[in-house]
């Protein structure tokens, strides 16, 4: 994925086993590795501006994520059943699916479960 500068966000499988997204700047030589916790390479997205990227994560339960793309702060949204997410353009709702029927949307900055 691109965000609206020109940097490059993918995943990609690591040395572990598990799945990470890297970040790679238009100028930079080198990408840098956003997260560690993907459960599928898959399952992820960034927002529009490319700050955020939104991920369910690989432990039990499979919870969704949101952490910052460079590497902070990173917070658990909601505690399991989190899947598929997307963020809409102004970078304020979510939407996932909660591993049954149906989309479940909320605030970016903080979904109930």
Same mark, same amino acid.
């Given at each position: 994925?691109?965000d609206h &500068?020109g940097? &490059?966000? #993918?995943?990609?499988?690591l040395?572990?086993g /598990?799945?990470?997204? #890297?970040?790679?700047a238009a100028?930079?030589?080198?990408?840098a590795l956003?997260t560690n916790?993907? #459960?599928?390479?898959? @399952?992820?997205? =960034?927002?529009?501006?490319?700050? =955020?990227v939104?991920f369910t994560g690989?432990?039990?339960g499979?919870?969704?994520y949101?952490?910052n793309?460079?590497g /902070?702060g990173?917070?658990?949204? =909601?505690e399991?059943?989190g @899947?598929g997410?997307?963020?809409t353009?102004d970078?304020?709702?979510?939407l #996932?699916s /909660?591993?049954?029927p149906?989309?479940?949307?909320g605030r970016?900055?903080g979904?109930?479960?």
């Open positions: 994925m691109l &500068l940097t &490059l966000l #993918y995943s990609a499988l040395n572990d /598990s799945f990470g997204v #890297y970040r790679r100028d930079a030589t080198q990408p956003v916790r993907l #459960y599928s390479p898959d @399952g992820w997205t =960034i927002t529009r501006d490319g700050k =955020i939104v690989r432990d039990r499979f919870p969704l949101r952490q793309t460079d /902070s990173l917070a658990k949204l =909601i399991r059943n @899947g997410p997307a963020t353009a970078h304020r709702t979510l #996932y /909660s591993f049954g149906g989309l479940v949307s970016l900055n979904v109930a479960p």
